[in-house]
C-alpha cells in the first residue's frame, strides 16, 4: 500500500464517509504495479481520490456517469507512451482509453480504467514551406481552424468548435467544406505512435 493509498484509508476510517470508501475501493482495485509505474513516469496521476479527479471524469452528455480507476494527464507525447507501457505491462488485464479533448456522446472515452486525458496536449505548429501543420490530439476545432485561418490555411470540418482534432481526424466531423475536399483525414501526413 503506497503513503497515498495509507492517508486516503485513514481518511476514510476517521471520516465514516460512503464516497470516500468508494474512492478508497477504487484505488485499490488497480493493480499495485500499474500504480507503481504510473507513479514513476512524471505525468500527472489522478486517482478518486484526488481533488482534480471530478472535473476530469465529467463527460460532456451528463447521461452517463464514468468512473476511471486513474486519469493520466500528459503534456508530452514521451509522457504518453510511458502511461501506455505501464499500461501494456499488465498484459491486456487492464483497459486503456483516451480522452480526446472534444465531445463524445457516449463518452466512450471513458471507457477504460485508466483515461489519457489530452487536456494539457493542445499545441499546434505551422511548417508555411512546406504549407502543413503539427497539432497534438487535445486539440479542438475552433481554436484551430481559427489559427489556421489566420495564416491562409484551411481544413474540412463540421460545425461545432468543442470537437476534439483526435475524433474528427479519425473520420468525424461531416460539414460544409466535406464534399468538395473530402475528410481531413484525406489531407493527414502522419500520426505519431507513441509507444
Known sequence: MSKKQLALALTCALSFSPA????????????????QCLNSTGVAVMYPSDMNYDALSRPQNANY?????????PTSSEEVAASVRCVAAEKGDVKLSTRGGGHSYAAYGFS??????????KGMSFDDDKKEVTVQFGQTLGPLAVAMGR????????????????GHA???GWGFTSRKWGWLLDHSKCARKCW
Do not use: N, W
Request: glycine content about 12%; overall charge neutral; charged content about 10%.
Open 65 to 73: 456517469q464514468p468512473h476511471p480507476k486513474v486519469i493520466v494527464v
Open 20 to 35: 470516500c470508501a468508494i474512492a478508497f475501493r477504487d484505488t485499490m482495485a488497480l493493480p499495485i504495479s500499474l500504480q
Open 112 to 121: 477504460g480504467e485508466v483515461v489519457v486525458d489530452s487536456s494539457q496536449m
Open 151 to 166: 495564416k491562409g490555411y484551411a481544413l474540412p470540418h463540421g460545425t461545432c468548435p468543442g470537437v476534439g482534432i483526435a
Open 170 to 172: 479519425l473520420g468525424g
